[in-house]
């Protein structure tokens, strides 16, 4: 277990809760209700163990209730959608994750995919969608696409490697997990939630790319060390942890040393390209009130990095005796759908 502590000094320390927190979490919980993931009370009661509400009230402190629904909305979703994913049984399974990446590619073009089953996976994002993207210029909606799309792929990518009980090479797995870990899309749904408005200039550029990555990193390797038992409990290999102790021979104790000290360093990268953004901005030729949109969504990316390790003393998601990827909820991944223009 890890905590705060683990952060550089001034990286963050937020001591706000949203005060929409509570009837946040409760319109999203009726709304899980209404898409049908949940269907029976000990999965509510399952699902408000996890206390997410908590973890984005304190990554967005001053949002409006809508907008902290749809930060939750995807949260909430995203988490339950994964550990559908998350189900090793393989063969048939990697055709169905297939269909719902199809689904979800179509969704996402604007068909609407239909079998005439419900399936809160793709009924889910079909709602969660458009919300998100309403008020998004045509650049904006392709880089989330391209972004949400990357997830997915390296979803079916990394379940190869859990499938075959396979731990991947450092190479392999450093940009695979920039994506499973969904925190370059987590960069684009802040930024909506927060509603901010950040020329397309700025995030096209290889500096503020490079932040989005940073915090990717510093989320990502926090969680593989604090979820390290569950990871292997239930059998999955692409953890920076087991990474580490396979490609630089160390013990696991040794390895999450190594995983904390270069979180380290990227949170200190993060740090000074937040810094340096006035300076791009006005290389880029732009307004100041450019790199003041981009430096308040570094703050919520620090804010988020900040409450991830709030949260996991918190939560029940990652306790070994409670059901994980099979038991509270039931198997929803289903057969490909038919699309329909």
Not at 7 to 26: H, Q, W, Y
Not at 138 to 149: A, C, L, Y
Not at 183 to 197: G, N, P, T, Y
Request: proline residues 5%.
């Amino acid at each position: 277990m890890i905590d705060t502590s683990v952060l550089i000094p001034g990286f963050c320390e937020c001591s706000l809760v949203n005060p929409a927190t509570r009837p946040a979490e409760d319109a999203t919980i009726e709304w899980l209700w209404r898409i049908g993931f949940l269907a029976k009370p000990e999965q509510e009661a399952h699902l408000r163990s996890f206390k997410f509400g908590l973890y984005h009230g304190i990554t967005t402190p001053h949002v409006d209730h809508e907008h902290l629904v749809l930060g939750l909305m995807w949260f909430c979703w995203g988490s339950l959608a994964d550990d559908q994913y998350d189900n090793y049984d393989w063969g048939e399974r990697l055709d169905r994750m297939r269909g719902v990446l199809r689904a979800m590619q179509a969704i996402v073009d604007g068909v609407t995919p239909t079998d005439g089953r419900s399936n809160p996976v793709i009924d889910g994002f079909a709602d969660f969608w458009p919300r998100l993207t309403a008020g998004l210029s045509e650049s904006g909606k392709r880089r989330i696409i391209e972004h949400f799309m990357d997830y997915m792929q390296a979803v079916i990518f990394q379940n190869v490697y859990h499938a075959a009980g396979r731990i991947p090479d450092m190479a392999t797995f450093l940009t695979m997990r920039r994506h499973t870990i969904a925190m370059i899309f987590q960069a684009d749904v802040l930024a909506v939630v927060c509603s901010l408005r950040i020329p397309d200039t700025l995030w096209d550029s290889l500096l503020f790319r490079e932040l989005v990555s940073c915090f990717a990193d510093i989320t990502a390797w926090h969680n593989d060390v604090y979820g390290l038992e569950k990871d292997i409990a239930d059998g999955q290999t692409c953890n920076m942890v087991r990474v580490v102790a396979a490609s630089e021979n160390c013990s696991l104790a040794e390895a999450v040393e190594r995983v904390l000290d270069r979180a380290e360093h990227r949170q200190r990268l993060l740090v000074e390209l937040q810094a340096q953004l006035p300076g791009l901005a006005s290389q880029l030729d732009l307004p100041p009130e450019a790199a003041e949109q981009c430096a308040q969504l570094a703050w919520a990316l620090r804010r988020y990095a900040y409450a991830n390790l709030v949260w996991i003393h918190e939560t029940c998601r990652y306790d070994l005796d409670r059901p994980r990827i099979r038991g509270t909820f039931d198997d929803v991944i289903t057969p490909p759908a038919r699309i329909e223009s």
